[in-house]
């Protein structure tokens, strides 16, 4: 738990920005946090999933059960999936029974009464969004098959029978639906006469276009199920629509998430075909981005009401939604929405803005019970930063960028008078994200020890509603950009940071956006990226098949637009880039290779810019593992120390090259 701190607290110690020492150490953000995600109820028992970085990062599923918290899976299980290469939905409970995926091979497992037996094992084969049948005997899933050796992997949704006990190498599942390049989210009805789902085609990606359908269920004797008279609820009419998180309530009704309106809202559909009925229309959004399976932001509950995560402004709250009244609720800080559990109350992933992230049980209106914090924070309030929202003019004055800033903060520490901080600015990946208010290491890093930091939902950010996630369309390279440098500007026209020490980090394709950042603006004295994008025409010819069309709208269409995408392409624009440069990369990722940093390293090096690389071995898109974690942390840090010039000896010095021949 934080510290609260004392009004005898002594006065805070004048120091230079950027040098305060932190009691955000390396040890505590490497080592000593895990990663909390995917809560899951079933009756009474609490769910959840922990990667460990102290264990290679593995992630272990979680049991709470009548106040004692155990580990369900044991080494060398490693609950994920690599479906879509970013996973989730990777486990599914029912009545005591589990079924969950093992990451490294794709299998997927059965829990009971006894140790995990495996239901399937068939090479080449990966399953993810995992949803049990009414009776517990049945698990439908996206099954992703990378078997041919040419051409995309293959999707489908299939059904595994939890009784079959026959060689699980030959039990690949019995498809249900195949034909679209990509599926999603089968949800059977309570009663087990529906199953609806999500399907969508290349070029669209799930925030762009897609389709909710639904079938009959029939089954005849001990046979899997089958589908039956398939028809289109939603998303056929030729107009781009997202429909994505579809579930059914207690009466039958199938629900989803659409934003036909202009944002995603809740919707009610009728199995005969009847116009959709939005249950709370609201200039706010009720759902996320499609990156990963098993998105949750509503909940039907047996009252009939409906329990969901609302994003307005780019911050997220809970709201209670009856016969069209949305009235707030009062439950924490949700990442995603509540589960109900057995005899009232509800578990969630609480994502604090002043606390690092927990699974907790609580009541309407009451203080919750924590069952497990990602860390134990040594801070006192004062030393904690906290969002201020920032409504900064776009470039042009084409209207109002949104970004959340923070300004150092120190319960021990301050600034000298008149002396203006460093700023760190942060351009999160996707680029179809946002980035959100909750406590985090990588924003409390910096703010610790004096620096500000600018975290900005640029054009394209959800969150914001259709038409803005929609200015990136076509403009990727161009909008993210120059809303980073508005917003810079914006902050040093206040007065509220020092102009000739901003800094810029980003990872995935918040890389893509520094690497640009740096080429277009002298604003910056250095840039970070983390596995970032360098050759889009690279990333267009070798990315997977998730992403693999996705430039199509943030570019245009490949290899018709290669005159667009070398534009773009940071590798294309080194000659504009003089300011140092720290590459940190994974050498398994599979996302972004690593050939991508290399090939823009050696491009700078040979014009003279100092830049850095380092690569690590086991690690892919985003970091999993302690010793990584700590050394990426610290050289950032050191790297930063070194450019500006800061008044603190680094721990660590970041070897900044040249070309040999250049030197």
């Given at each position: 738990?934080t510290?609260?701190g ?5 006065a ?5 920005y950027g040098t ?5 150490s390396?040890e ?9 995600s995917?809560?899951?109820?079933d009756?009474?028992?609490v769910?959840?999933?922990?990667g ?10 979680v049991r709470?059960?009548?106040g004692?918290v ?8 490693d609950?994920?999936t690599?479906?879509?290469?970013y996973g989730?939905g ?7 029974r589990i079924v969950?995926s ?6 997927v497992?059965l829990?009971?009464?006894g140790?995990?037996?495996c ?13 049990f049948?009414?009776d ?5 899933c ?11 992997p293959?999707?489908?949704?299939v ?6 006990t ?19 989210s089968?949800?059977?009805?309570p009663d ?14 799930p ?9 009959s269920?029939?089954?005849?004797g ?10 289109s ?6 107009q781009a629509?997202s429909v994505?998180?579809p579930c059914w ?9 659409s934003?036909?309106s202009?944002?995603w809202?809740l919707?009610r559909f009728?199995?005969?075909g ?7 229309p609201?200039q706010?959004?009720?759902?996320q981005?499609?990156?990963?399976f098993?998105l ?7 009252d ?7 994003i ?6 809970m709201?209670?939604?009856?016969d ?8 924490g800080?949700?990442a995603?929405?509540p589960?109900p559990v ?12 002043d ?5 907790v049980?609580g ?6 019970h924590?069952?497990?914090r990602a860390?134990?924070l040594?801070l ?9 929202t920032?409504?900064f003019?776009l ?11 923070y300004?150092p903060?120190?319960a ?6 008149g002396?203006?901080?460093?700023l ?11 980035a ?8 409390q890093?910096?703010?610790s020890r004096g620096?500000a ?8 950010s959800?969150g ?5 996630r929609q200015?990136l369309?076509g403009?990727w390279?161009v909008?993210d950009?120059?809303?980073c440098i ?9 007065g ?8 810029i ?12 950042a740096l ?21 267009a010819r070798?990315t997977?098949?998730f ?5 199509d709208?943030?570019v245009?269409?490949y ?7 070398l534009?773009?392409?940071p ?5 504009d880039i ?7 990369q ?10 991508q940093?290399?090939s ?5 090096r040979a014009?003279?810019?100092p ?12 970091f999993?593992q302690e010793?990584?974690?700590?050394q990426a ?5 050191a790297?930063?120390?070194?450019v500006?010039?800061?008044p603190a ?5 970041v070897e900044?090259r040249?070309?040999a021949?250049?030197?």
């Amino acid at each position: 738990m934080t510290q609260s701190g004392g009004s005898d607290r002594p006065a805070p110690v004048t120091a230079p920005y950027g040098t305060w020492p932190s009691p955000v150490s390396v040890e505590l953000v490497a080592g000593k946090t895990v990663s909390l995600s995917d809560v899951r109820v079933d009756g009474r028992d609490v769910y959840w999933v922990e990667g460990r970085p102290t264990d290679a990062g593995r992630r272990v599923l979680v049991r709470a059960r009548d106040g004692h918290v155990a580990d369900v899976t044991s080494a060398p299980f490693d609950v994920g999936t690599r479906v879509h290469e970013y996973g989730g939905g990777a486990y599914a409970v029912c009545r005591g029974r589990i079924v969950f995926s093992n990451r490294g091979d794709g299998s997927v497992w059965l829990v009971e009464d006894g140790p995990p037996r495996c239901l399937c094992a068939g090479a080449g084969l990966r399953y993810a969004d995992l949803a049990f049948s009414p009776d517990g005997r049945f698990v439908f899933c996206v099954r992703e098959d990378h078997r041919a050796q040419d051409g995309e992997p293959a999707a489908a949704i299939v059904v595994l029978d939890c009784t079959d006990t026959t060689d699980p190498a030959f039990n690949t599942g019995t498809p249900l639906v195949m034909g679209p390049d990509f599926l999603s989210s089968p949800r059977p009805s309570p009663d087990g006469r529906y199953l609806a789902w999500i399907e969508w085609d290349h070029p669209a990606m799930p925030w762009d276009s897609t389709r909710l359908r639904a079938a009959s269920l029939l089954q005849e004797g001990d046979d899997p199920p089958r589908l039956a008279a398939p028809w289109s609820v939603a998303g056929e009419d030729g107009q781009a629509e997202s429909v994505i998180e579809p579930c059914w309530d207690r009466s039958g009704h199938l629900l989803a998430l659409s934003d036909r309106s202009g944002w995603w809202n809740l919707y009610r559909f009728d199995t005969t075909g009847a116009a959709p009925v939005a249950l709370a229309p609201m200039q706010a959004e009720i759902g996320q981005p499609h990156w990963v399976f098993g998105l949750r932001s509503y909940v039907p509950l047996d009252d009939g009401s409906i329990l969901a995560m609302v994003i307005s402004e780019g911050a997220a709250h809970m709201v209670s939604i009856r016969d069209g009244a949305v009235d707030p609720v009062a439950l924490g800080h949700p990442a995603a929405c509540p589960l109900p559990v057995a005899g009232g109350g509800f578990a969630w992933l609480d994502a604090p803005p002043d606390d690092a992230a927990a699974v907790v049980y609580g009541r309407l209106g009451q203080a919750a019970h924590v069952l497990r914090r990602a860390a134990t924070l040594p801070l006192a309030s004062a030393d904690m930063a906290r969002a201020e929202t920032v409504r900064f003019p776009l470039s042009g004055g084409e209207g109002t960028g949104h970004a959340f800033f923070y300004a150092p903060a120190s319960a021990r520490y301050q600034g000298p008078a008149g002396g203006k901080p460093p700023l760190v600015v942060m351009a999160h990946g996707g680029p179809t994200g946002r980035a959100s208010t909750a406590f985090s290491f990588k924003v409390q890093w910096w703010t610790s020890r004096g620096f500000a930091v600018v975290d900005v939902n640029y054009g394209g950010s959800t969150g914001f509603g259709r038409a803005y996630r929609q200015r990136l369309e076509g403009q990727w390279g161009v909008v993210d950009v120059d809303d980073c440098i508005a917003a810079c500007q914006y902050l040093a026209d206040a007065g509220r940071v020092d102009p000739a020490r901003i800094v810029i980090r980003g990872s995935s394709a918040g890389g893509l956006t520094v690497l640009l950042a740096l080429a277009r603006s002298d604003l910056f004295a250095a840039g970070t990226s983390l596995y970032g994008v360098t050759d889009l025409r690279a990333l267009a010819r070798d990315t997977h098949k998730f992403e693999s069309r996705y430039l199509d709208t943030l570019v245009g269409p490949y290899p018709a637009d290669e005159a667009t995408y070398l534009a773009r392409s940071p590798i294309t624009q080194v000659a504009d880039i003089r300011v140092p440069v720290l590459f940190l990369q994974g050498l398994d990722d599979r996302v972004v290779p690593p050939a991508q940093a290399e090939s823009m390293v050696a491009a700078l090096r040979a014009r003279g810019v100092p830049c850095a690389l380092y690569e690590f071995a086991g690690e892919g898109h985003g970091f999993r593992q302690e010793a990584t974690i700590r050394q990426a942390w610290e050289l950032e840090l050191a790297f930063y120390q070194q450019v500006l010039k800061l008044p603190a000896p680094p721990a660590l010095k970041v070897e900044l090259r040249v070309d040999a021949s250049v030197a």
